[in-house]
């Protein structure tokens, strides 16, 4: 252990390392009922999902563990699941299985802008406020999801939102999953939203709004979504704006919290260089291919594998530890298919606000770069649907700066993906 994990030069132990995986685990492991039902959404068999999310985030972390050394771990992520089941399937109209597609596409161009040095290139290009937008935007984006799921927010004819009836069970309960998953999470209790999905799931049991369904079985089949990817239908010209928005949406999260996660644990040398940050990315990018193939929606690396890093984990040591605990977690199908969306819908709406929490970095001093950030983060919602929240930044961004007088300010990146977008409204 000492020789593959180099435990001794992180001056750490197996013990805290394996505690640190259990920290990181007890933190993201919400993601293997949440993701499920996302998929479930999109026409994907819900068990299968589920064997699906636990092995790609099982397999994810070992590579990470493995070849990085480092202590993330890694699961389909939030917010992307949900471009994956209401943009691409859902508002675009595509099978799911060219929606995998699509995400093995945007996959395998990670894995090239991570070889070569047009990662620093797209880095660099994307707008500072458009980054932070997406983000932002899509955050809200889940939030609305987990509104709508947990009958918090609900259609109204005259004015087209209203709030929903708390005299109903399940919407109670919604709202009382994300109180207690925030109190728990203010406690800095590290399993906070997992814990607040449990309880509101035994709540559920206790006055008849969730049927029981046992804990513990053997695995499902995951044959219904193993390698059923349509890379083929995927090359669609209309498919290429939902293609970069993965693309672009990956790249940004995995690099920020590749970053803020390296130097909470101290991985960065005398001179402020990250170590094995390029084996980091490596890692992330090829676990998105991979989770295209077992079935999944994007895997990147998840902000929450900071709690095992504030729990001592230093090394790739953790990573594997919480890989092995998704493995393990392919024996609760049962628990996972119990779990209904009014109890997801807290965790929903809590990790929605986190993500909203990079607005505090915005720009507010110049127009031209405020306004289109502002106008992704309220059109991702509102549109419901990410890549033309994303467009409508792009496209504004761009025409602001034109009209400003400032056109010399957009970079290259930009001027691309405008070109890409209004190429998928002409066509669409």
Known sequence: MDKLFKLGAAKTTIGVELSAGLTTFMAMAYIAFVNPQMMASAGMDQGASFVATCLAAALACFLMGLYANWPVGLAPGMGLNAFFTYTIVGDMGYPWQTALGAVFIAGILFVVLTVTRLREWMLVSIPWNLRIAMGAGIGLFVGMIGLKNGGIIVDHPATLLSLGNFQVTETLLAGLGFLVITGLATRQFPGAILAGILIVTVVGLAVGAVEYNGIVSAPPSIAPVLGQLDI??????????????????????????????????????????IQNLDRALHADSTSSVAGALVGCAPVTSYVESAAGVAAGGKTGLTACAVGALFIAMIFFAPLAGMIPPFATAGALLYVALLMMSGMQHLSWTDPTELLPALLTIIMVPLSFSIANGIAAGFLSYVLLKVIAGKSADVTAAAWVMAVIFTARFALA
């Open 232 to 273: 083929a239908a995927a090359l669609d010209v209309a498919m290429i704006s939902a293609i970069a928005s993965i693309l672009f949406v990956n790249l940004f999260d995995t690099a920020g919290t590749l970053v803020g996660v390296a130097t909470q644990a101290g991985l960065t040398n005398e001179k402020g260089d």
